[in-house]
């Protein structure tokens, strides 16, 4: 028997392949208005949460579609965002170039961040994260990403489409980049929803006090897998448009992007990471989702261009995910070790309150 642990994982790491992430069936649909055609796909969801994120999705689509522009420029980095390397930023960071080497004003160099899970984060590490968190959404930087990421559910290929897990990567690269501008030690964590779906209910982890949402395998495609936590969270999460005013998007689709890189390491060479992208077709998705149309708004770039391998190597990489395998705790005291059925695991720890059951002893 695999663990929930190793059977979500399972389901995340399958369905990856399966991009484009909405495959229109031809021999139901033939002949069929697109709109009407999606609203069909959406009426079997199996409630009424995972309808509506669908016809969110659908429609964001069908607006796409009238908004493409075809044109694919490469342009010189113009920002710190823009960069794919640390002798590019340097100078965002009013640091001096070294024998190849970024040497900040404090005399640091300028490395790549590592993601850690959100609770894995030392307390210190944690209050500079949210303290940079405030100063970005004083100062108007926090809004201009939420704004932009509202922008594309309307226009562009970040939604509905092949373009969604890659369109996600950059965004997440520049928010994480602005966020060091601030501070060159911080880097974005990733939060591991896996941990919260071993205790009997996921809105009795320390981290939410939302009741938790349904979970139906059957709905397997990675944006509805995705939207499932956005639903289960709530709030501006629930909606795509407003999705990104919430920090706890940027944890999330941090780990939709771990996921999708472990998947890619397991199922493919450093080649065809780099080169294997689903076929344009018009029935799957809109133009904009095509390998070469551009990533808007981010004009320097084709969507193509986000499988390249430079991201994990030289700006960032995932710690590994909690586990207690060879030792007797989590390394975080917002988690356990669970070894009571089988092999250990780590799991979220349980607010006052809440239901234990199956974890009294715990």
Same mark, same amino acid.
Request: glycine share 4%; with cysteine; charged share 25%.
């Given at each position: 028997?695999?663990?929930?642990?190793?059977?979500?994982?399972? @389901?995340?790491?399958?369905?990856?392949?399966?991009?484009?992430?909405?495959?229109?069936?031809?021999?139901?649909?033939?002949?069929?208005?697109?709109?009407?055609?999606?609203?069909?796909? &959406?009426?079997?969801?199996?409630?009424?949460?995972?309808?509506?994120?669908?016809?969110?999705?659908?429609?964001?689509?069908? @607006?796409?579609?009238?908004?493409?522009?075809?044109?694919?420029?490469?342009?010189?980095?113009?920002?710190?965002?823009?960069?794919?390397?640390?002798?590019?930023?340097?100078?965002?960071?009013?640091?001096?170039?070294?024998?190849?080497?970024?040497?900040?004003? /404090?005399?640091?160099?300028?490395?790549?961040?590592?993601?850690?899970?959100?609770?894995?984060?030392?307390?210190?590490?944690?209050?500079?994260?949210?303290?940079?968190?405030?100063?970005?959404?004083?100062?108007?930087?926090?809004?201009?990403?939420?704004?932009?990421?509202?922008?594309?559910?309307?226009?562009?290929?970040?939604?509905?489409?092949?373009?969604?897990?890659?369109?996600?990567?950059?965004?997440?690269?520049?928010?994480?980049?602005?966020?060091?501008?601030?501070?060159?030690?911080?880097?974005?964590?990733?939060?591991?929803?896996?941990?919260?779906?071993?205790?009997?209910?996921?809105?009795?982890?320390?981290?939410?006090?939302?009741?938790? &949402?349904?979970?139906?395998?059957?709905?397997?495609?990675?944006?509805?897998?995705?939207?499932?936590?956005?639903?289960?969270?709530?709030?501006?999460?629930?909606?795509?448009? !407003?999705?990104?005013?919430?920090?706890?998007?940027?944890?999330?689709?941090?780990?939709?992007?771990?996921?999708?890189?472990?998947?890619?390491?397991?199922?493919?060479?450093? !080649?065809?990471?780099?080169?294997?992208?689903?076929?344009?077709?018009?029935?799957?998705?809109?133009?904009?989702?095509?390998?070469?149309? !551009?990533?808007?708004?981010?004009?320097?770039?084709? /969507?193509?261009?986000?499988?390249?391998?430079?991201?994990?190597?030289?700006?960032?990489?995932?710690?590994?995910?909690?586990?207690?395998?060879?030792? !007797?705790?989590?390394?975080?005291?917002?988690?356990?070790?669970?070894?009571?059925?089988?092999?250990?695991? &780590?799991?979220?720890?349980?607010?006052?309150?809440?239901?234990?059951?199956?974890?009294?002893?715990?």
């Amino acid at each position: 028997m695999h663990s929930i642990n190793q059977k979500i994982i399972l @389901i995340f790491s399958s369905i990856i392949s399966l991009l484009p992430s909405f495959i229109y069936s031809s021999n139901k649909t033939t002949n069929i208005p697109l709109e009407d055609k999606l609203i069909i796909l &959406c009426s079997d969801a199996p409630n009424k949460q995972l309808r509506i994120f669908c016809e969110q999705l659908h429609k964001s689509d069908i @607006i796409a579609r009238k908004y493409l522009e075809v044109a694919a420029l490469r342009l010189e980095p113009k920002s710190a965002q823009e960069c794919f390397n640390f002798l590019c930023m340097c100078k965002y960071f009013r640091g001096k170039v070294k024998k190849g080497i970024c040497i900040l004003p /404090n005399g640091s160099h300028l490395k790549k961040s590592v993601r850690k899970e959100f609770r894995m984060l030392s307390d210190k590490e944690r209050e500079k994260f949210n303290k940079i968190l405030r100063i970005m959404k004083e100062n108007g930087d926090y809004d201009k990403f939420a704004n932009q990421h509202k922008t594309v559910v309307v226009e562009g290929g970040a939604h509905s489409g092949p373009a969604f897990l890659l369109w996600h990567r950059e965004f997440l690269k520049r928010f994480e980049i602005t966020m060091r501008l601030y501070d060159p030690s911080i880097s974005l964590p990733y939060w591991d929803s896996v941990l919260d779906s071993k205790i009997p209910k996921s809105a009795d982890s320390y981290l939410f006090s939302n009741e938790a &949402c349904p979970y139906n395998r059957s709905w397997i495609l990675p944006e509805i897998i995705h939207g499932l936590v956005h639903v289960f969270c709530g709030g501006d999460m629930l909606n795509v448009s !407003t999705s990104a005013n919430d920090p706890i998007f940027y944890y999330h689709h941090c780990f939709m992007d771990f996921i999708w890189e472990m998947w890619r390491y397991k199922n493919q060479n450093r !080649t065809e990471r780099e080169s294997q992208y689903p076929p344009d077709n018009q029935e799957c998705a809109s133009d904009d989702h095509y390998a070469n149309a !551009t990533m808007e708004p981010f004009n320097n770039l084709v /969507n193509i261009d986000a499988l390249k391998n430079v991201y994990t190597d030289l700006l960032y990489e995932y710690a590994p995910r909690p586990n207690c395998d060879n030792i !007797t705790d989590c390394g975080s005291k917002y988690l356990f070790c669970h070894r009571s059925h089988g092999k250990p695991e &780590c799991v979220a720890k349980i607010k006052i309150g809440g239901n234990c059951t199956g974890f009294e002893s715990k």
